[in-house]
C-alpha cells in the first residue's frame, strides 16, 4: 500500500490528493493536461518536495514532518515522458547507468533479461540519437527496470509517440505488466492506454481527486464521464479456457460463459481481460441462432443511462459479478421494452484483448 | 631564430601565468557558473553584471585597483603582509589574481551556458537511476558539458597570452618574475629592436594559432565550442 497525503500550490490550482494506492498491478492516474497528475508523480518520486506532504510506501516513510527521502535513495524507477536517455552513452551504457549503482544484493533482474523483455537487442550499441522515439522510450523503460525497482513510475510513456510507435510500445508494456510483479503508476490522458493496461484508476481534475477504484467500476460508472465518451467500453475479467482450437479461435471464460477471441500467444489458465465497447455490443432479448456472430454473453440488465447523444442510451448490464455496457437506440429500447432486472443477451460485434 | 635568454624566460613566465591562472579559475568558476545556471534569485541580474564588467573596463583600470587592493597597503596586500607573506604587487601570484579576474567572463558565461543546457531533466533523470548529487555531477554534468570547459579553457588561456595593460598595472615589468611575453614585445619596440620584437610576436602568433586550429579541428568532430 502507498499512503499518500500531498498538497501542492500550482499556478492555478492547489493539488490535493490524500490517497491510498495499491502496491500491484497498474494504477492509472488519469486526467487532463495539467490536471495535477505529473506533480502527484513528481512528488511520489521526491523530485518536487512540498514540506508538510506525507508519503508511505509500504512501511518505510519516504516523507514526513522530519524525514525526506532524497530521489536517488528510494528503490522507485521514472519513466520520462520523453525518453530522456543519457545522449553521451550508447544504449548499452545507459541500461547500465542505474544498473551499476544498484547495490548487487538489490539487484532482481539483469540486463539479458531486460533486452529480451524490451526487444532492444539490436540497438546496444548505438547512441540515442540513432534510436527512434519508439525504441528510445523502451531503451528508457528498460535502464528504469534495471534498478530493480519496486515501484515504477510513468509519466505518459506515449504522449510524444506517433501513431505507429504507440502500437510498438504497448505491447512491451503488457509484457512487463504480465511477467514482472512490480506495481506500476501510470500517469496518462488517454482512456484507450488506461483501458488497456490499469487495473486501478484515479481520476483528477484540477488537481483534486474525483474517484478512484478498480477500473471496471470506475469505467462503468454513470457519474463519471466515462460512460459519456463516444468511445465509452468496459473491460472484463477473463480466464483463458482454450488456448488453441482447430479453427484458431481461443476460448475465454467470463463467470462460466464463452467467449471467443482470435489471438495467438495464450497460454490455457492465465488470467486475461477483455475490452468491449458500448457500441460493439447488440441486445437481444433471446438467443439468436441463425446468425454469424459468435460471441453472445448471458446478463442481468441492471439499469438504464442517458446517454450525451438524445437519441441513444447506455444500458449497464451485469455479468456474474462484473457490469459491461452496451450502447443501444432509444427506440429500440422502447421496442423491446427494456427494464431493469430483465435477462437480456449480449451480441458482442468487436473484442478487444485486454 | 635565437631568442635571448631574457625572451625565453618571459614565454615561460607567460606560459606559467596562463596555465595557472587558468587552472585555478575553472576550479573557482565552477561552483559559481553552476549557481549562476540554477538560481532563479533576483540577486542573479548583478552578479551577471560583475561577471561580465572586465569585458567592458579598460585592463588598467581593473589594474589600477588591483594594485591598491593587493598593494602593501591595500585591504587584501596588507593582510597578508601582516600574516608575514608579503604583499601581492608586483608578485607572479598577484599577476595570477590579476588574469584571473581578467578572464573570469570567459570562463563563467561558456561553464554557465553548458550547465543550463545539461539543466533539470538529465540530472532528474541520473537521481530516478540512484546516481548521488556528486555522481550525477561527475556522470552527466560533466561529460554533457565538455564542450562549455574546453571554450572556457582556451579562450582563458588565450586571453591570458594577449593580456598587457593590466599586468603591467599589477606586475610591473620584473624579468624573471612578472616580464610576460607582451611586455617584453613592447621593451623590445620602445628599444628600437625591431628583429627581436618579431622573434616574440611571430611565437605568439604562432602559438595562438596552432591553439584555435587544435580547438576548431576538436569542433568539428565533437561539437565542442559554440563561439
Not at chain 2, 41 to 50: F, W, Y
Not at chain 2, 68 to 73: A, K, T
Not at chain 2, 138 to 143: G, K, Q, T
Request: charged fraction near 15%; proline fraction near 5%; aromatic fraction near 8%.
Amino acid at each position: 500500500m502507498i499512503t499518500l497525503d500531498f498538497s501542492l500550490p500550482r499556478n492555478h490550482f492547489t493539488l490535493e490528493a490524500n490517497l491510498q494506492l495499491p502496491t500491484q498491478g497498474v494504477t492509472a492516474l488519469f486526467g487532463r493536461s495539467g490536471s495535477g497528475k505529473t506533480s502527484l508523480l513528481r512528488l511520489l518520486a521526491g523530485l518536487e518536495f512540498q514540506s508538510g506532504s506525507r508519503l508511505l510506501f509500504r512501511d518505510e516513510v519516504w516523507q514526513n514532518h522530519n524525514t525526506f527521502v532524497p530521489t536517488h535513495q528510494r528503490s522507485l524507477g521514472y519513466v520520462f515522458q520523453e525518453a530522456s536517455l543519457f545522449p553521451h552513452l550508447r544504449v548499452r551504457n545507459n541500461l547500465e547507468y542505474g544498473y551499476h549503482r544498484t547495490p548487487v544484493r538489490e539487484r532482481q533482474i539483469h540486463p539479458p533479461r531486460v533486452i529480451e523483455l524490451m526487444g532492444i537487442e539490436a540497438l546496444l550499441k548505438y547512441y540515442p540519437d540513432q534510436l527512434s522515439g519508439g525504441q528510445r522510450q523502451r531503451v528508457a523503460i528498460g535502464r528504469a527496470l534495471l534498478t530493480s525497482p519496486k515501484l515504477l513510475l510513468m509519466d505518459e510513456p506515449m504522449a510524444s509517440l506517433d501513431g505507429t510507435s504507440k502500437a510498438e510500445i504497448l505491447p512491451f508494456l503488457e509484457r512487463l505488466k504480465d511477467q514482472l510483479a512490480l506495481p506500476i503508476i501510470y500517469v496518462s490522458h488517454s482512456i484507450e492506454e488506461v483501458a488497456r493496461l490499469a487495473d486501478h484508476l484515479v481520476l483528477l481534475e484540477q488537481g483534486q481527486v474525483i474517484a478512484q477504484g478498480d477500473i471496471q467500476s470506475l469505467l462503468t460508472d454513470p457519474t463519471l464521464p466515462f460512460l459519456q465518451a463516444e468511445t465509452a467500453s468496459t473491460v472484463l475479467k477473463a480466464r483463458v479456457d482454450q488456448a488453441h482450437s482447430d479453427d484458431h479461435l481461443s476460448r475465454l471464460d467470463i463467470g462460466g460463459q464463452s467467449l471467443f477471441i482470435s489471438r495467438c500467444g495464450l497460454q490455457d489458465g492465465q488470467a486475461t481481460r477483455v475490452r468491449i465497447l458500448a457500441r460493439d455490443v447488440v441486445l437481444a432479448l433471446s438467443p439468436p441462432t441463425s446468425i454469424s456472430l459468435l460471441n453472445c454473453l448471458e446478463t442481468r440488465l441492471i439499469d438504464l443511462q442517458p446517454d450525451s447523444n438524445p437519441s441513444q442510451l447506455l444500458v449497464r448490464l451485469g455479468i456474474g459479478s462484473q457490469t459491461m455496457i452496451a450502447r443501444v437506440s432509444r427506440r429500440s429500447a422502447t421496442r423491446l421494452g427494456l427494464r431493469e432486472n430483465q435477462r437480456v443477451y449480449a451480441l458482442i460485434k468487436g473484442v478487444a484483448m485486454r | 631564430m635565437m631568442l635571448a635568454s631574457a625572451d625565453l624566460t618571459a614565454l615561460w613566465v607567460t606560459l606559467k601565468l596562463a596555465v595557472t591562472s587558468t587552472f585555478f579559475l575553472i576550479l573557482l568558476s565552477m561552483p559559481l557558473a553552476w549557481w549562476l545556471a540554477r538560481t532563479r534569485s533576483r540577486s542573479k541580474v548583478l552578479i551577471e553584471a560583475l561577471v561580465a564588467l572586465p569585458l567592458v573596463l579598460p585592463p588598467t583600470v581593473m589594474g589600477f585597483y588591483l594594485l591598491v587592493l593587493l598593494g602593501p597597503r591595500g585591504a587584501l596586500g596588507g593582510l597578508f603582509e601582516a600574516l608575514g607573506a608579503g604583499h601581492l604587487a608586483f608578485t607572479f601570484t598577484g599577476l595570477v589574481l590579476g588574469s584571473m579576474l581578467f578572464s573570469l567572463p570567459f570562463v563563467v558565461q561558456p561553464l554557465q551556458n553548458a550547465f543550463a543546457m545539461t539543466g533539470g531533466r538529465m540530472l532528474e533523470v541520473a537521481a530516478t537511476l540512484r546516481a548521488s548529487p556528486v555522481d550525477r555531477f561527475i556522470s552527466v554534468v560533466f561529460p554533457l558539458s565538455r564542450s562549455g570547459f574546453l571554450t572556457a579553457c582556451v579562450l582563458s588561456f588565450a586571453h591570458t597570452l594577449g593580456e598587457f595593460g593590466m599586468i603591467l598595472m599589477i606586475g610591473g615589468n620584473i624579468p624573471g618574475r612578472t616580464q610576460v611575453a607582451s611586455i617584453a614585445i613592447y621593451d623590445h619596440v620602445e628599444a628600437m629592436d625591431y628583429t627581436a620584437a618579431h622573434q616574440l610576436s611571430l611565437i605568439l602568433v604562432m602559438a595562438s594559432l596552432v591553439l584555435l586550429t587544435v580547438v576548431f579541428a576538436l569542433n568539428r568532430r565533437f561539437k565542442v565550442v559554440s563561439l
